[in-house]
Structures are given as C-alpha cells and as structure tokens.
C-alpha cells in the first residue's frame, strides 16, 4: 500500500473447491472498487434514481461522476493463471468473467494465482480514503473476490448501490504499509510482537522496526470477507471477554470522540452475550470495531462505524453491525436477493438487545419498526421483498421493505407462533444453518417445525406480494345478556386474531380466532387472564362473529391485537369503546 498516493498492488492466490454437483468452465471476480468511475453502472443508477443517497449525491450531483483519474478507485487484475495455466479473462464493469483453461470437476480443486493493482477511491460509499471524519483508509470491497456459485447458479452481481455474498474460505493475509499507520479489522494477527501498536503481549516491549514499512500477517478462518481500515492517529483498545473473544476498538484519537468511544466498550462486550446467547454461539476469537467508512456496515469479525455520535446512536451502531455477524457472515444469505434476511433479521433481534443493554424497558420495542413499514405500504412504492436490492425503485422503498417489514417478519411471527417459540426457533434456524447460506423457506420450515403450525401462506404473502393487513372490528350489538361482535378482514392477508375484552369492573379477558389454514393454535401469551379459544376463521370469509358472555354495557373496550405486533395497516379501526 503506498500511503501517499493510495494505489495499491497484490498477489493473490486462490485454492478453490467446487462443492457443486456440476463441471464449472468460468469463473466471476468481484472488482468492486471499479464502482468507483464516472460513467460506472453505480453512477448512472444513482443519477437515474429518484431519491439518491445524500453520501453519493451533493447538491443535484453524483459525487462519482466528478471523480477525477486521481481520485477515482479501480481494481485491475494483471496477470491470472490456473494450476500454473494462463487464463483469458476480463473485465465487465465491476464484473471479471474467467474463462478456465480447463474445467474444474465436480469435488474438484483448482488454484488460482494472480496479480493485481488498485487505487483506493475518495471516499463515497463504504470504502476509500480520507472519510468525512479524516480516517486516512476504510479497505472493504478492496480485493478481487471470487463470486458464489451455487444451487441457483454464478451470483456475480455488479457493484451497483449494495448488499454482497461471498463464498467462505480460509484467509490468510499479509499488508505492507507504513509503519506509522495502525490498522484494524477482520482476523487474528500472527505477528503482534513485530507490530506492537496496542497488538503486543500485555506489558512487553516491541522492537523498533527498521525501513519505512511494516508487514501485518492476519489469519481469519471461515469467512467469506476480509475489511481493514487503518489511521496513524488510532487508539487501540482490547477488551478479552471472560468466555468470549477478545474485542478491538480501534478510533481516532480526537479528544470530541473518546469519552463516549471508552464508553462502548463494555457494552460491545454484552451485546456480544446477548446476540451468543439469543441467536448462537459466535464461532470467531475475535471482534474488532473501527472507526471508519460512512455509517455503519458489517464485515467479517468486525464492522466499519461513523465515530462522531452520541452514546446511544454509537452504541445502536455498533449493535446492529454487530448482530450481523450471525446473519450476514455465518448464516450468510445471499442478501441481495433475500435483505430482509439480513438487514430485517438484523434490526429485530439489535432493537432487543438495544432495549435489554440500554435498559430501555420497552413493552414494544418496535413501535417505529411498525411506523416505517405502515408507511411503505400506504405510499404506493412498496414492491415485493423479494425484489433483489439493486431493483429497486426507490432507495425508501428498499430500506423500509429490508429493514423494518424484514424485522417484522420476525415480530410478527412471534405474533402468530407465541413469544417463546419465536426465539426458539431463531436459536434452531442458526443452529441447523450457520456456514450453509440458508433460504426464505428454511426460516419457514424451522418456525413450522418448532410451533407445528404451517406457515407457508405467511412467508408467501408477507416476502413474495405487497398484500396488507386489515382487521376491523365491524360491529358490537346488544344481543340480550351477551354482546355480539362481528369482526371483518378488509386486508387480503389473513392472519389469526387475539382479541381482548375490558369492563366496566376493571377485569380483562380475551378471546383467540385461530386461522384454519396454520392448523394449530399459539399457547395463551396472556397466562394472567382467562382465554377462549373461537372457531378457526377461514381466510376467504369476509366476516367473522362470536358472542361475549357479558351485556354490552358491562363492556368498556375491546380491541383487536392488544401486543400491536400484527401490521395492521389501519390499526384505527381495531378498537371499540363504550361511548360513556
Ligand atoms: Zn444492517
């Protein structure tokens, strides 16, 4: 790495095993950093897009279009030959298409040896050099990284706006740069007591490197990124956790920045036993977050955060980059087909862990989460989540589709199947799928297996249409000594209902109306009040009726979905009150 001019050479070498049943006669590089040039598929998309992303749009303009030769990124393989064997390959954009000298066998191996050359971008997106906060370079996307071949095929998605997949392997890397430069991110270094920087045995003495530059050696077993970002001004950090990895907090030493950066610290320790003990065990020895990049985004054992926040918005960050080390990097959908796995999964299980670490206590703490998601649907911009990232139409559609109504996949299942078996079966979904990129049905048949309903109408509907949800409560009518209340299904999505009953005398009860197509029934969440269990409604009749054993004016409210879990997109209408 040449630290004046920010171009940077490589070799590399790649052994790669075809697990697939089939022979492969190409294979696909990512050169992500091509993105990164005037005329690039991310810079005509981000000129064509209605509300472009204010990091890469400034005042009407693509901050990418106005690159000049110097400032653009690039990434340009030299040379590649296979077991020895030149190959003929080129470049499609941020795409290197590799047509093999000689196929490789199903089960085969083959190795992979080439040279390359990069220049690191101003920073725009996620990677580059000198970010708004004067880290000097944040190194993600920075290699040529082999696409995923799988059961669908090759995934050499072009770099447009987002969202990766990767193929898992042992790295082992090696970084010369000058020695003032401390760097920090994914894999355990081989060499601390040659590096020292905050890397050394605790209360040892690092030897003076000779010459201008220093070589860092990192191994990282079973992941499929590598991210480094590094800064002479960093602080460094460490935290060994009692039963956990040793965590790296590695940020600039600017005097604004560190009390809150010290702070972070022991909170980044629990909510790595929250996430270890909610969703798995983590499988790494380490996790180091950096001061870097433009926001958030998760890498392999460690993230790339924005430092210049308050507490809580530092701690948030952190803990949603975190979380997805166990969706992105071990389960690792290929989340440019399938964000909501990610991003949705992400979002639900950080808002929990938000809520138990900053002792936030919320009954619901995903009151925004349903906000966002009424949103999209009542704007008119909603497409399907499956929808693959880089098609959609609006970037707001495509953050509150991912995010919010993908975080409320979860909820909401937890609506359906019961609290307990939610987080039962997130602990099974990672358990059967880390390191085997799982599928939407897999998440389905784990909740389907664990609760005994069946499921498929609810990932069908919520993932695959923009169908919405609309209970209403119809009627309530003076029936002699009971009540008689007439339900209606307004939305096309069906769901089963929990009703709850308040009177007068300040005692509750509820009533349950299973749907006939789930073929099961959720355990009481409400154990403290007397529960009955209604016929199940069928989803295709409009109306649904059943009678309280009380007269009307012993009923003070009732209300359709008292845990608000459900994405009512009308929610107004789910409420009847006596009028006195
Ligand atoms: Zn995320």
Redesign the pocket.
């Known amino acids: 790495m040449d630290v004046e001019n920010y171009q940077y050479q490589g070799t590399q070498k790649l052994v790669y095993t075809n697990n697939s049943p089939d022979e492969l006669t190409r294979v696909y590089y990512h050169l992500y950093f091509n993105a990164f040039q005037p005329g690039s598929e991310m810079d005509i998309r981000l000129q064509n897009i209605d509300d472009p992303d204010g990091r890469m749009f400034v005042e009407g303009k693509s901050r990418i279009a106005a690159l000049s030769p110097n400032e653009i990124g690039y990434l340009h393989p030299t040379s590649l030959t296979q077991d020895g064997e030149k190959v003929k390959f080129n470049e499609e954009g941020t795409v290197l298409v590799v047509e093999l000298a000689k196929p490789i066998q199903a089960g085969g191996k083959t190795t992979f040896e080439m040279a390359f050359k990069g220049q690191v971008p101003v920073q725009i997106r996620r990677s580059g050099r000198n970010n708004k906060e004067g880290v000097a370079l944040s190194m993600s996307q920075w290699y040529p990284k082999l696409a995923e071949y799988d059961f669908e095929g090759w995934h050499a998605d072009p770099y447009i706006a987002r969202e990766f997949h990767g193929v898992w392997g042992d790295f082992d890397v090696k970084l010369t740069i000058d020695k003032d430069y401390i760097v920090g991110g994914t894999g355990y270094l081989q060499n601390p007591q040659e590096i020292g920087h905050g890397y050394e045995a605790t209360g040892t003495k690092v030897k003076k490197a000779k010459g201008k530059t220093l070589t860092w050696h990192f191994k990282a077993p079973m992941v499929h990124d590598f991210m480094w970002a590094a800064d002479p001004d960093y602080l460094h950090d460490t935290l060994k956790m009692e039963k956990g990895p040793t965590l790296h907090f590695l940020y600039k030493n600017d005097p604004e920045i560190i009390e809150n950066w010290k702070k972070l610290q022991p909170k980044t320790a629990e909510a790595m036993e929250f996430f270890s003990k909610n969703i798995g065990k983590y499988p790494y020895e380490q996790y180091s977050v950096v001061h870097g990049g433009d926001g958030?985004m998760?890498y392999a054992m460690s993230t790339l955060i924005s430092g210049g926040r308050k507490l809580g918005s530092l701690v948030g960050v952190m803990s949603?980059?975190m979380a997805?080390s166990w969706f992105q990097h071990i389960l690792a959908t290929n989340e440019t087909k399938h964000e909501w796995m990610?991003?949705g999964f992400?979002?639900f299980i950080s808002n929990l862990c938000m809520n138990k670490i900053m002792e936030r206590n919320k009954d619901n703490p995903f009151e925004n989460t349903y906000k966002g998601y009424r949103n999209l649907a009542l704007s008119g911009k909603e497409q399907p989540q499956a929808t693959h990232a880089d098609r959609y139409g609006h970037n707001f559609a495509y953050g509150a589709s991912a995010?919010s109504k993908g975080s409320i996949f979860l909820s909401q299942l937890g609506y359906i199947i019961g609290e307990d078996k939610l987080m039962e079966t997130i602990r099974k979904y990672f358990d059967d799928f880390k390191f085997k990129h799982p599928v939407p049905n897999d998440i389905k048949r784990t909740a389907e297996k664990v609760s005994g309903m069946e499921l498929d109408w609810y990932l069908m509907d919520w993932t695959q249409t923009t169908n919405t949800i609309d209970y209403n409560l119809k009627d309530v009518s003076n029936a002699g000594a009971k009540t008689k209340v007439t339900m209606e299904r307004k939305g096309l999505m069906p769901m089963p209902l929990d009703i709850l009953v308040v009177y007068n005398d300040g005692t509750r009860e509820t009533f349950y109306a299973p749907l006939r197509m789930m073929r099961g029934e959720k355990e009481n969440p409400y154990p403290d009040l007397k529960r009955t269990v209604l016929p199940d409604w069928p989803w295709a009749y409009p109306t649904f009726e059943f009678s309280i054993n009380r007269p009307i004016n012993e009923i003070r409210a009732i209300m359709i979905d008292p845990s608000q879990l459900m994405a009512d997109v009308d929610p107004e209408n789910n409420f009847w009150q006596s009028l006195d």
């Open positions: 958030g998760e949603h980059e997805h990610d991003e992400t979002s995010y």
